[in-house]
């Protein structure tokens, strides 16, 4: 059963870059068909997708937050990273990493996240 | 347009049936997928394609949808689901992900 783990600093300073890493285990995440998302949840808020890149390296990301972010894949480590350059206070939240497995068939299309890592908080301050 | 909308609370009375819904224009090309949220904890996902459930989800949860509206049902609800649930899906591009805004349940 894989397991996602979500690791990187607590606290950030405005106007800088904020880095995280999932770590995955109890598989590769190279295996065909899943993509890695990173989603976030502002304190008392909804989910909020950033973006999500693919078992080849291939990213897509929330239109609002695409000239901040990047995101990649490192095989030997069996992790993906997230970088948000440019911070402010907008940007607090607990962040997410999450599997997916986009697909279609049989005339319907299907996203499914069958797999979370716990969260780790993030809080942009001075 | 590229959004799903979810009521933002729902209420239902212990062993009763609710139904949560979620609407957007890629749901005409999309099942959505149901995730559960309890406080200070990461979403599981409860319900994915037509009507599945992953292993350990209760056979209470079960998925309908119709045009542009899916539906997650809980038939008999329990003191235990109460929760936010979220729907999501893929915009029309198939390139961005979408997530509903969140429906909190509680359980009367």
């Known amino acids: 059963q894989v397991q996602l783990q979500e690791s990187g600093p607590g606290l950030v300073k405005p106007s800088e870059t904020l880095s995280l890493t999932c770590t995955v285990s109890?598989?590769?995440?190279?295996?065909?068909?899943?993509?890695w998302g990173w989603i976030r949840q502002s304190p008392g808020k909804g989910l909020e997708w950033i973006g999500s890149?693919?078992?080849?390296?291939?990213?897509n990301y929330e239109p609002s937050l695409k000239s901040r972010v990047t995101m990649s894949l490192d095989t030997s480590k069996n992790q993906i990273s997230l970088n948000l350059n440019s911070v402010t206070a907008a940007d607090t939240a607990v962040y997410y990493c999450?599997?997916?497995?986009?697909?279609?068939?049989?005339?319907?299309?299907?996203?499914?996240?069958?797999?979370w890592g716990q969260g780790t908080r993030v809080n942009v301050s001075s | 347009s590229s959004e799903l909308t979810q009521d933002p609370a729902v209420s239902v009375a212990l062993g009763q049936t609710v139904r949560i819904t979620c609407q957007g224009d890629?749901?005409?090309?999309?099942?959505a997928s149901w995730s559960q949220q309890k406080p200070g904890q990461a979403p599981v996902l409860v319900i994915f394609?037509?009507?599945n459930r992953p292993s350990g989800i209760p056979d209470r949860f079960s998925g309908s949808g119709s045009r542009d509206t899916a539906s997650l049902i809980i038939t008999g609800a329990q003191a235990e689901d109460e929760a936010d649930y979220y729907c999501?899906?893929?915009?029309?591009?198939?390139?961005?992900?979408?997530f509903g805004g969140g429906t909190k349940l509680t359980v009367l």
């Open positions: 890629s749901l005409r090309s999309y099942y």
């Open positions: 999501n899906s893929r915009d029309s591009s198939g390139d961005h992900v979408l």
């Open positions: 890149i693919s078992y080849v390296g291939r990213t």
């Open positions: 394609g037509k009507n």
């Open positions: 109890g598989g590769s995440i190279t295996i065909t068909s899943y993509y």
């Open positions: 999450g599997r997916e497995r986009p697909y279609c068939s049989g005339g319907y299309c299907y996203s499914i996240f069958d797999s």
